[in-house]
Each structure stands twice: as C-alpha cells, then as structure tokens.
C-alpha cells in the first residue's frame, strides 16, 4: 500500500505567515483606537480642569467691588494674572490670565466713548500650545 495518497496534517509556512500577518493588522488598529480613545480622554481631562480654573476665576472677579480691588476704580484695562503664578495640576501647568476692556459702544452714537460702567471679562487659561476662554460682561449699576 502507497502513503503517498494520505493527507498530510497542518498547516504550511505560508499559512502561517498569512494568519499572523491578518492577526497583527488587526491587532494594530485595534491598538491605535485604543490610544486614539487614550488620548481624547486625556485632552478632554485637560480642558474639563481649565474650564473649571477659568470658571472659578471669573466667579471671583465676578463681583464688581473684587474688580476694583483689583484694577482700581475704575476697573483699569488690561491683563491680570491671579494667582501670580500658574498652577500645576496633574503635572500640567495652567495659566490664567484676566483681560480686562471696555463693555460695547451704544448702537447710533456718533463716538464711542470710553465705558467705565460696563466692562468685558476674559479669562483664559492656557497649558501648554492650548487655552481655553470664558467671556462675560460686568456693569457697575
């Protein structure tokens, strides 16, 4: 009797190959969603933190008697920084920034004059190449 017409059992090389290479292409793209998912995750962290940092600073200058207190009386334009340095939270720096200017002109003057009364608050908070900004305005009546 000839073993040459048994079937062999197994698989070739080739086979082999073929299935670990399908294995590794999927496996990697699976990979990369992962650390796509990792990644917004993280940013999202990032910009809940300064969101609320920039919330909590508005809140405070919120208060037309605090701005004063901040940049006179009254409210000065331009840029504050409180507190003085940047704060580190989960090893990353935030730095808040408080821009002060003056509220928006009447519609139909024929001149805007300066606004003492109404003011525009911006408070960015930047880490890293991204910031995040909050605007308000606040009126002394």
């Given at each position: 009797?000839?073993?040459?017409?048994?079937?062999?059992?197994?698989?070739?090389?080739?086979?082999?190959?073929?299935?670990?290479?399908?294995?590794?292409?999927?496996?990697?793209?699976?990979?990369?969603?992962?650390?796509?998912?990792?990644?917004?995750?993280?940013?999202?962290?990032?910009?809940?933190?300064?969101?609320?940092?920039?919330?909590?600073?508005?809140?405070?200058?919120?208060?037309?008697?605090?701005?004063?207190?901040?940049?006179?009386?009254?409210?000065?334009?331009?840029?504050?920084?409180?507190?003085?340095?940047?704060?580190?939270?989960?090893?990353?720096?935030?730095?808040?920034?408080?821009?002060?200017?003056?509220?928006?002109?009447v519609p139909g003057m024929?001149?805007?004059?300066?606004?003492?009364?109404?003011?525009?608050?911006?408070?960015?908070?930047?880490?890293?190449?991204?910031?995040?900004?909050?605007?308000?305005f606040k009126a002394n009546?």
């Amino acid at each position: 009797m000839c073993e040459c017409n048994k079937m062999k059992k197994g698989f070739s090389l080739i086979e082999v190959i073929a299935a670990l290479t399908i294995m590794v292409l999927i496996l990697g793209g699976m990979l990369g969603i992962l650390w796509q998912g990792f990644a917004a995750g993280r940013n999202s962290q990032q910009r809940t933190v300064a969101y609320n940092l920039a919330r909590q600073f508005m809140e405070e200058y919120s208060d037309w008697v605090r701005l004063t207190a901040r940049a006179g009386n009254p409210p000065v334009n331009g840029s504050y920084t409180n507190p003085p340095n940047p704060v580190i939270i989960n090893n990353i720096t935030y730095t808040p920034i408080l821009t002060i200017s003056d509220g928006p002109c009447v519609p139909g003057m024929p001149f805007c004059p300066p606004n003492t009364e109404l003011k525009q608050l911006n408070v960015t908070v930047s880490w890293g190449i991204e910031s995040y900004t909050l605007t308000t305005f606040k009126a002394n009546y």
